[in-house]
C-alpha cells in the first residue's frame, strides 16, 4: 500500500513537473546519424529537448511553451475612458504601467473589479505579483488626453 502511494505521489511530480516544460522539437537533416547533448540521433529523426539547441545537424521544427509576455497595451485617447488589460496563465509576474509624464494622478488603477479599491498612480509603476491573485487590471483615465503603456511580464 504504501509504495502504490509513494508510486502515485512520484508520478504527481513528474507530471507537474513536465507540464510546465519547454518543448523544442528539431530534425536531424545532416544525413548522418550524430550524438547531440548525450542523445543519439538518427538521420532524418525528429527529437524533442527542453531547452533550445544549437548544432548544426540538427533543424529547428517548432516550440511550445508559455509566452513570456503575457498581456501588452498602448492607451491614447482624447476622452475619459476605462481600458481592461486580462491574464489567462497561472504566472509570477511583473506588471508595469507607464504613465508618462503629462498623466500623472489622471489614471486610477484597479485589480479583477472597479468596486475594489483603487491605487492612483502618480507615476510609472512597476509590480511583482502572481496572477492567482488578479484576472484583469482596469484602468480609469479622468483625463480629456491621455497616453499610457501596460505591460505584464512573466518573471523568472
Do not use: C
Request: charged letters at 15%; proline letters at 1%.
Amino acid at each position: 500500500m504504501r509504495m502504490k502511494k509513494l508510486f502515485a505521489i512520484v508520478m504527481m511530480l513528474a507530471v507537474v513537473m513536465t507540464a510546465f516544460a519547454l518543448q523544442v522539437t528539431y530534425t536531424n537533416s545532416s544525413g548522418a546519424d550524430v550524438f547531440v547533448e548525450g542523445r543519439w540521433v538518427e538521420a532524418g529523426d525528429t527529437v524533442i529537448f527542453d531547452h533550445y539547441v544549437y548544432d548544426d545537424a540538427l533543424t529547428y521544427t517548432s516550440v511550445a511553451g508559455d509566452p513570456i509576455v503575457l498581456a501588452s497595451t498602448s492607451v491614447a485617447t482624447t476622452a475619459a475612458a476605462t481600458t481592461t488589460v486580462t491574464v489567462d496563465q497561472l504566472a509570477d509576474v511583473t506588471v508595469l504601467i507607464d504613465v508618462g509624464s503629462t498623466n500623472i494622478g489622471e489614471l486610477t488603477l484597479y485589480f479583477n473589479d472597479a468596486d475594489n479599491t483603487a491605487l492612483t498612480l502618480d507615476a510609472s509603476w512597476t509590480y511583482d505579483a502572481n496572477t492567482k491573485w488578479f484576472d484583469r487590471l482596469i484602468i480609469v483615465n479622468t483625463a480629456t488626453t491621455t497616453a499610457y503603456d501596460v505591460l505584464i511580464t512573466r518573471r523568472f
